[in-house]
């Protein structure tokens, strides 16, 4: 079992960036493909990215597709999203996720408790 914590959310401006990291203790890091997702007030939880157990494989939602990155560091047990061009719509709470599987689009096992991301127009 793996647990997620994520950081890095917060109040930005339209336009502005944020990078979210999701820091892994427990099992071993390397064993999941890992995955980003949101869920906004009365919407439901959205995949935003993925990255395969390597790194050398990634999937975005057409939403996140040229404005965010996902990225991994297996020596820090950390996974990242890099956010650019946000826009007020992009407001929601953030989520990590773990995939044992191995799987980037889907199946995802560990999920952490979330950071909100707010952006202002």
């Known amino acids: 079992q793996v647990q997620l914590v994520e950081s890095g959310g917060g109040l930005v401006q339209a336009g502005g960036s944020l990078r979210l990291s999701c820091a892994a203790s427990?099992?071993?890091?390397?064993?999941?493909?890992m995955g980003w997702f949101r869920q906004a007030p009365g919407k439901e939880r959205e995949f935003l990215a993925g990255i395969s157990i390597s790194g050398g494989t990634t999937g975005y939602a057409d939403s996140v597709r040229g404005r965010f990155t996902i990225s991994r560091d297996n020596f820090k047990n950390t996974a990242y999203l890099q956010m650019n061009s946000l826009e007020p719509e992009d407001t929601a709470v953030y989520y990590c996720?773990?995939?044992?599987?191995?799987?980037?689009?889907?199946?995802?096992?560990?999920w952490g408790q979330g950071t909100q991301v707010t952006v202002s127009s």
């Open positions: 427990g099992r071993s890091f390397s064993n999941y493909a």
């Open positions: 996720a773990a995939s044992s599987r191995g799987t980037i689009r889907y199946g995802y096992d560990y």
